[in-house]
């Protein structure tokens, strides 16, 4: 849930980057693959498309898709096959954490680190964590809903929630 103002976000201005993100410091780089296997795996790649040619740092924190600004204009023209690469190489046995490493190597020193309001962390920042029921996708297809367990976001809604969300 975003709690700061929109408006803040909007005018921070990229320069040249890409992507704007926060990072996740609960999780370096070293935490999820050995820098030998890594820097290995990077003096495989297809010349031209990785950005990256130094060592990569193992106490690099990932990056935190909580909230991420995106200036299309930046896009490098091999962004899809880099990720698809480290997603590949990484081959993590939770998807969402390959995916998020193979972003936070796609993008290694190639992007605008927000401000730490925008870093989801608790009640003083412009972010909080939504703890309230969702739809969940299953392993059958469908959607199911999972209870919340809090009510954080309910302190957030306007006057006119109460009717929208008794129907």
């Given at each position: 849930?975003?709690?700061?103002?929109?408006?803040?976000?909007?005018?921070?201005?990229?320069?040249?980057?890409?992507?704007?993100?926060?990072?996740?410091?609960?999780?370096?780089?070293?935490?999820?693959?050995?820098?030998?296997?890594?820097?290995?795996?990077?003096?495989?790649?297809?010349?031209?498309l990785l950005h990256h040619t130094e060592t990569f740092?193992?106490?690099?924190?990932?990056?935190?898709?909580?909230?991420?600004?995106?200036?299309?204009?930046?896009?490098?023209?091999?962004?899809?096959?880099?990720?698809?690469?480290?997603?590949?190489?990484?081959?993590?046995?939770?998807?969402?954490?390959?995916?998020?490493?193979?972003?936070?190597?796609?993008?290694y020193d190639d992007y605008l680190k927000l401000p730490?309001?925008?870093?989801?962390?608790?009640?003083?920042?412009?972010?909080?964590?939504?703890?309230?029921?969702?739809?969940?996708?299953?392993?059958?297809?469908?959607?199911?809903?999972?209870?919340?367990?809090?009510?954080?976001?309910?302190?957030?809604?306007?006057?006119?929630?109460?009717?929208?969300?008794?129907?």
């Amino acid at each position: 849930m975003i709690k700061g103002k929109i408006e803040d976000l909007v005018r921070i201005d990229l320069g040249s980057y890409a992507v704007g993100a926060s990072e996740d410091c609960s999780s370096r780089l070293g935490d999820y693959i050995s820098m030998d296997v890594l820097n290995a795996v990077q003096r495989t790649a297809p010349r031209g498309l990785l950005h990256h040619t130094e060592t990569f740092d193992k106490d690099t924190c990932l990056l935190d898709f909580d909230v991420l600004l995106v200036e299309p204009r930046n896009i490098k023209r091999n962004l899809i096959d880099s990720v698809a690469f480290w997603t590949k190489a990484v081959n993590l046995a939770n998807q969402r954490d390959s995916v998020m490493l193979a972003m936070t190597l796609a993008f290694y020193d190639d992007y605008l680190k927000l401000p730490t309001n925008w870093k989801r962390a608790d009640a003083n920042t412009d972010i909080l964590y939504y703890d309230g029921p969702k739809n969940v996708c299953a392993e059958d297809g469908l959607q199911h809903q999972e209870k919340g367990s809090g009510e954080i976001w309910q302190h957030y809604l306007g006057p006119k929630s109460d009717s929208v969300l008794s129907t």
